[in-house]
């Protein structure tokens, strides 16, 4: 892997979107890093460079939030995330690169088409109160989309805020999920392969963006309107996500 300057132009802006994510949004959006570097890298070598960095974002984000999520569903969502990162790592092992392309494209664009109709309301979202069924359920698919693309923010977020929950709760709740979650595909991605020097060496230079993506995302959590970071966050998966499934499938 070359650190040439097609990687910092891309890498570094994409670590610190992703910190911003991580750090105020809900950490949804933090796999749009994985998107943009699997367009110019192989998406093996995408998802072991942000593991890392997706991990220490978590631990980064935890002091802010801590005791401020709802503990049932989180406990639902990390359990259902066990099974689910297994089902992720029995795909990964007979996946090949392309098929990773498709796939992680396809979850780009489908993520994007879930958050538009959410916001404009054309998804009903009645509130049901906390479910253990549902939150398994939701863990299980955030737990199998996070190992594939890092992208279990959807199904998670369908899941917290179907509760009518606040923003700093359904923050604070999907940060510790995720912090477990992501520990817990560790693990196969070394069995893996995933992980290399030059991944890690990567992730040094992508690490001080992402930290300070992550400063920023606690503090535009309770002064900035999200709608202006999801709007450049869309532009950018719309874009990479296209790309991936048109790379994929020529």
Do not use: C
């Not at 890298?41 to 995408?46: F, G, K, N, V």
């Not at 969502?77 to 392309?101: E, H």
């Not at 998804?123 to 190992?147: D, I, M, R, Y």
């Not at 503090?219 to 790379?247: C, N, Q, V």
């Amino acid at each position: 892997m070359e650190f040439d300057l097609t990687f910092f132009l891309l890498a570094v802006p994409a670590a610190f979107v992703a910190g911003v994510a991580k750090g105020g949004f809900g950490g949804g959006a933090a796999f749009v890093a994985t998107a943009i570097l699997a367009v110019f890298l192989t998406p093996e070598i995408a998802l072991g460079i942000m593991l890392p960095l997706l991990m220490i974002a978590d631990v980064a984000s935890l002091r802010p939030f801590w005791g401020q999520w709802h503990w049932p569903s989180a406990k639902a969502l990390i359990l259902g995330g066990i099974p689910g990162v297994i089902l992720g790592a029995m795909l990964y092992k007979f996946a090949n690169q392309d098929m990773l392309r498709v796939l992680i494209g396809t979850i780009s664009l489908v993520f994007v088409a879930f958050q538009i109709a959410r916001s404009r309301g054309w998804l009903l979202e009645q509130e049901t109160g906390f479910n253990q069924k549902l939150g398994l359920l939701a863990g299980l698919v955030s737990g199998f989309t996070s190992f594939v693309s890092h992208a279990g923010g959807p199904p998670t977020a369908m899941f917290l805020l179907a509760q009518g929950m606040g923003k700093t709760t359904y923050q604070a709740t999907t940060v510790v999920s995720f912090w477990v979650i992501n520990a817990l595909k560790a693990i196969p991605y070394g069995f893996l392969g995933v992980f290399s020097w030059d991944t890690l060496r990567a992730d040094m230079y992508m690490l001080p963006p992402m930290l300070l993506g992550v400063f920023v995302g606690v503090y535009a959590h309770r002064a900035m309107p999200e709608r202006y970071f999801f709007l450049l966050t869309y532009t950018l998966l719309l874009g990479a996500g296209s790309k991936l499934i048109w790379d994929g499938l020529t």
